[in-house]
């Protein structure tokens, strides 16, 4: 953070100011020209929220796959179609076995399997052929998601999560005083709260990682030089296998998350495919930060386009992409 504000004091003391106002939005009570310029304060500060969890999902989702395409550059566009796969999967053994927990732990290691199979069988024999590598997993994506409504059919499912993330709890921000002078609280879902609590969590994870483990420098070093690592005694291949299999355990992970959110149907997987691609491209390739930064963005751009002009809310997911891509083709986070 110190290198940043040194090298770019302008932009630090921009951030500090926009996030000086984004608290003020939130705790204040608005003044009525306020709320006659922008809408009830419910409403925006809900959108914010959805907008700030929906990110949280996009991240848990583009996380393997920043994993995937964006450190180890394997362009694996049947992603989706892990994250579809897997709410399936942990939907049917939630609801046979009756608990979620069980369904999410499956969903995690039966896609996570899958993807270590996809390694080795598939991306191992076409190491930097990123044209056949897309060719030949939009195939599978095809393929897959044709079993996937063969076997599920086109029916929306969506499964409940535990009895204690039910509901709604208050948060400390004023929606609106009453006339009578008391003050009426925001409430927000719990399941919402977790799905962000648990993207920190797998963010702050990723990082610790990648960065301050051996295993992760083993990663990062046979990214730059994958010979002179195997020349130093290492199983290239055994560790490229592990990281592909966990970052498609973490888009099964996601897919019960997201499922249970907000539901699961056919098609789905193509949405969560361009959204990781999205997030990847705008937060720089194989940056965990960069991938929490992007999704952030495309969250709140989705949410409140959705909110404020439903009409043209779309473009704001494009224009984002296009403004970082003509001001930093690198990425918010990625280095040249």
Same mark, same amino acid.
């Given at each position: 953070m110190?290198?940043?504000i040194?090298r770019?004091t302008f932009w630090?003391i921009?951030l500090?100011l ?10 204040a009570?608005?003044?009525?020209w ?7 304060k419910?409403?925006?500060v ?7 969890? =929906?990110?949280? *999902?996009y991240f848990? !989702?583009a996380?393997?796959?920043t +994993?995937?395409?964006? /450190?180890m $550059? ?6 989706g179609s ?8 942990g939907?049917?053994?939630a609801?046979?076995?009756g608990?979620?927990?069980?369904g999410?732990a ?5 896609i996570?399997?899958s ?7 598939i ?5 930097g052929?990123?044209l056949?590598?897309?060719?030949v997993?939009?195939g599978?994506?095809?393929v ?5 409504l ?18 709604a709890?208050n ?9 009578s ?5 925001l409430?927000?879902?719990?399941y919402? =709260?977790s799905? *962000?609590?648990?993207? !920190?969590?797998?963010g702050?994870? +990723?990082?610790l990682? /990648?960065? $301050?483990?051996r ?5 990062r ?14 199983n290239v291949?055994f ?7 966990i970052g498609?355990?973490?888009a099964?992970f996601?897919g019960?998350?997201?499922g249970t ?7 789905e ?8 691609l ?12 960069g991938a929490?930064?992007?999704a ?5 751009a989705?949410?409140?386009?959705l909110?404020?002009?439903p009409t043209?809310?779309?473009i ?5 992409l296009?403004?970082v891509?003509a001001v930093r ?5 990625g280095?040249?």
């Amino acid at each position: 953070m110190r290198p940043f504000i040194e090298r770019h004091t302008f932009w630090a003391i921009v951030l500090v100011l926009i996030g000086a106002v984004i608290l003020w939005l939130i705790f204040a009570v608005w003044p009525d020209w306020l709320v006659a310029a922008v809408g009830r304060k419910k409403t925006f500060v809900t959108t914010l929220l959805n907008g700030i969890t =929906l990110g949280g *999902l996009y991240f848990l !989702v583009a996380s393997g796959f920043t +994993l995937v395409f964006g /450190l180890m $550059r394997n362009v694996n566009l049947a992603h989706g179609s892990m994250y579809l796969l897997g709410a399936y999967i942990g939907y049917d053994v939630a609801e046979a076995s009756g608990n979620w927990f069980l369904g999410l732990a499956v969903a995690f290691l039966a896609i996570a399997l899958s993807g270590i199979l996809l390694q080795v069988l598939i991306f191992r024999h076409m190491e930097g052929q990123d044209l056949r590598q897309a060719l030949v997993t939009i195939g599978i994506s095809i393929v897959a998601a044709d079993l996937m409504l063969a076997i599920w059919t086109g029916t929306t499912y969506q499964f409940a999560p535990p009895e204690w993330l039910f509901g709604a709890t208050n948060l400390p921000i004023v929606s609106v005083i009453k006339a009578s002078g008391v003050p009426v609280y925001l409430k927000y879902p719990i399941y919402r =709260l977790s799905v *962000l609590a648990v993207a !920190v969590a797998v963010g702050i994870a +990723l990082w610790l990682f /990648l960065n $301050r483990t051996r295993i992760g420098m083993m990663i990062r070093a046979g990214v730059n030089d994958r010979d002179m690592l195997s020349a130093s005694g290492v199983n290239v291949q055994f560790i490229f296998a592990v990281v592909f299999g966990i970052g498609a355990g973490l888009a099964g992970f996601a897919g019960v998350i997201g499922g249970t959110a907000l539901s699961i149907a056919p098609g789905e997987d193509v949405r969560y495919l361009l959204a990781s691609l999205i997030v990847v491209i705008v937060g720089g390739l194989g940056s965990v930060t960069g991938a929490a930064i992007g999704a952030l963005l495309i969250g709140l751009a989705e949410q409140f386009g959705l909110a404020y002009f439903p009409t043209y809310g779309v473009i704001l997911t494009f224009l984002i992409l296009v403004v970082v891509l003509a001001v930093r083709p690198q990425g918010i986070m990625g280095e040249r």
